[in-house]
């Protein structure tokens, strides 16, 4: 084989962009696979530095939709990005970018994305969805929960991300097998989550069942999203509400939730996803774009704060290694008690000051 790798385990990696189950090597290889699709999903994650699992208990309330205008407003925001889809009975995030029946390949680096491309972003939205494996988009998917955990890995190992700012992942409904999987393989990544909800009290109900699963689980909410809040007439300009009022912001203090704003019924964003266009992207200036602001802040001031922390972390060792250093203590001994005392502490309060600097993010 070539990209023969070992590692510091001493276990040889064949470096592979792909999954074993993809391999037409497969059957012949006796090398570690276990390991080698572990390798594949830690290396694709270090690459990847904050994922948005935007997620509802119920189905219908326009998971898909945020998640691909949330993209869109990252990507206008000048960051890398990429959009995973887990919905894996109904793929759609394929139709809501413009690829709608295209395909990908399998090469050595892994599956292709598809890659969405517009007036405003700097880099394209990198999409990976089932739908690109699928004979047409019409293919029903009828899997039991084995196959539902593979393809989750597969969705963050197989697919060829490369380096993203945001993987925004469009989970199913539910708490089920896939959002399971899905946390248990992001323990210790940079991981928030967006809840969506409508305004109609059964779809509340369902959302809080989510809010308390990754309250359980320790998956941090950034905050809740009011899909399909009322409707703007287009005659009178008047407000018309489909749904009665269910009281939102009390189920949210609840649970420890904070709302992200309401996004309404409206054409232009159903007319966005048919025509593979996210109205972010399409006007982004528009009122009915701006509703979707406070989610990208969300966002981006959480991958900041996790992007701080880090380097915090890493001058926090920084520091306690300069400390110790022979190099200082050889310059500390040359002094008298009284000075090399006064200097000592002068140089720990110094420290201990851009520390606590540093873990405030930089704010005082």
């Known amino acids: 084989m070539d990209f023969l790798e070992t590692k510091p385990s001493g276990r040889i990696d064949c470096g592979l962009g792909h999954a074993c189950q993809f391999c037409p090597q497969e059957d012949a290889c006796d090398l570690d696979k276990p390991f080698h699709n572990k390798v594949l999903i830690e290396n694709r994650l270090q690459e990847i530095d904050q994922i948005i699992v935007v997620l509802a208990n119920k189905g219908g309330v326009g998971k898909s939709t945020i998640s691909a205008n949330l993209a869109a407003g990252l990507a206008r925001s000048g960051f890398r990005v990429g959009v995973a889809d887990a919905d894996i009975h109904g ?11 295209d395909h990908v390949r399998l090469g050595d680096s892994g599956l292709g994305t598809r890659d969405f491309r517009h007036d405003g972003m700097e880099h394209p939205i990198k999409v990976g969805t089932l739908a690109f494996l699928l004979e047409s988009d019409d293919t029903p998917v009828v899997w039991r929960d084995a196959y539902k955990h593979d393809f989750i890995h597969h969705l963050i190992g197989t697919f060829d991300w490369g380096p993203l700012d945001f993987l925004v992942v469009d989970m199913p409904p539910g708490t089920g097998n896939e959002l399971i999987t899905l946390c248990d393989m992001l323990e210790g990544c940079n991981v928030s989550a967006v809840l969506v909800t409508t305004p109609q009290a059964v779809a509340q109900m369902d959302s809080m069942k989510a809010a308390r699963f990754c309250n359980e689980r320790g998956l941090p909410v950034l905050g809740a999203v009011e899909n399909m809040a009322g409707i703007v007439c287009p005659h009178c300009s008047g407000e018309i509400h489909i749904y009665p ?12 939730v904070k709302s992200l704003g309401k996004v309404p019924l409206a054409i232009e964003l159903a007319s966005g996803s048919d025509d593979g266009l996210p109205v972010v992207a399409s006007a982004p200036q528009s009122a009915l774009a701006r509703t979707f602001a406070p989610v990208v802040d969300a966002c981006i001031a959480t991958g900041r704060t996790d992007f701080d922390g880090a380097v915090a972390r890493s001058l926090d060792d920084a520091f306690g290694e300069n400390l110790a250093s022979q190099d200082l203590s050889d310059a500390l001994a040359q002094l ?11 140089i720990a309060t110094l420290i201990d000051d851009e520390t606590s600097r540093l873990h405030s993010g930089g704010r005082q």
């Not at 009022?245 to 420890?256: I, W």
């Not at 008298?336 to 002068?346: C, L, S």
């Open 245 to 256: 009022d269910a009281d939102l912001s009390a189920a949210l203090t609840a649970v420890n």
């Open 91 to 101: 793929p759609n995030q394929s139709r809501f970018f413009g690829f709608a029946g």
């Open 336 to 346: 008298d008690d009284a000075a090399r005392a006064e200097f000592g502490d002068a």
